[in-house]
């Protein structure tokens, strides 16, 4: 589909579509490599996503970031925390670089002007307790701009949350405007059937209106089938969830104007088909 048509069928549906972009090289580079994909919205890690070690971003190159998001026309911007913050373990040690970790990252995301920030909050086997712990470290953080979104697990180990209940739960816990960020092969792969029977699921996430709390929608097919439980992300189409999955999504008003990102495998080189499939699939054309 060439450029023009792509654009207009995106709007015309209200759809804002991107995926994760690397930062390789220089950081302001990112917003170019969005927008060669047809972007309009894209994700970056602000620092190494499995380091706690990190550079500070030059004013040079904050400034150069600013300037190319306006230049590339982009709607929204994502940061996605390093994947080793755990808010919801019992090691002190690692508790403490959690958050030193995800108060640079904040600041990052302000002095860039990106709007939301996703974290995978942490893992612990006494579940409540540690949600509640999670989101009164979370309340701690002056977040200024930068809205905090909390990520749904898979159900892999511990990881929080997984359950739409336990999403509620947080959210209702926060005290700084926290929201979710719904990954659709988590969503799928812990057991929610957004291909055979998603009426009802978005019934459930409605009635308590969580969904209005879902600021972000990772945009991954599963490797995995339903109730596996597995974090393994498939380009779309090609896994469980597949395009009958996709075309519940991508036609649901629910997601309209809100970053729909994906984080699919070897991303650069299939974006573009990736993309391709999904604007295939909207039905107001
Ligand atoms: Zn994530």
């Not at 602000?46 to 400034?63: A, F, G, H, L």
């Not at 026309?73 to 002190?92: M, P, R, S, W």
């Not at 511990?158 to 979710?180: K, Q, R």
Request: hydrophobic share 35%.
């Amino acid at each position: 589909m060439n450029m023009m048509k792509l654009r207009y069928e995106l709007e015309k549906n209200n759809k804002m579509i991107g995926g994760h972009v690397s930062i390789a090289e220089n950081i302001s580079k990112a917003p170019e490599r969005a927008n060669n994909f047809q972007f309009d919205t894209f994700q970056i890690f602000v620092k190494s996503n499995m380091q706690w070690n990190y550079k500070k971003i030059s004013d040079d190159n904050i400034k150069k970031f600013k300037e190319n998001i306006k230049k590339y026309n982009i709607k929204k911007t994502v940061a996605h925390a390093t994947y080793l913050i755990n808010f919801g373990t019992d090691n002190k040690l690692l508790l403490d670089k959690s958050i030193e970790d995800l108060k640079y990252e904040i600041e990052a995301c302000n002095e860039l002007g990106i709007n939301y920030l996703v974290v995978h909050p942490g893992s612990n086997k006494d579940r409540t307790k540690s949600m509640k712990n999670i989101m009164e470290i979370l309340n701690s953080f002056d977040t200024k701009n930068v809205e905090l979104l909390v990520e749904n697990s898979s159900g892999k180990g511990n990881t929080l949350p997984s359950t739409i209940e336990e999403m509620e739960y947080m959210i209702d816990l926060s005290d700084n405007n926290a929201g979710i960020c719904l990954d659709t092969c988590h969503f799928f792969a812990y057991g929610y059937d957004i291909k055979n029977d998603y009426d009802n699921v978005i019934y459930n996430l409605k009635s308590d209106n969580l969904i209005k709390s879902i600021k972000v929608v990772h945009l991954n097919d599963s490797m995995f089938d339903l109730n596996s439980k597995k974090d393994r992300h498939e380009n779309i189409g090609n896994g469980f969830i597949g395009l009958k999955g996709f075309s519940n999504i991508i036609n649901d008003n629910n997601f309209n104007n809100i970053p729909l990102i994906m984080e699919t495998p070897e991303g650069d080189k299939n974006y573009s088909e990736n993309l391709n499939k999904i604007v295939n699939l909207m039905v107001n054309k």
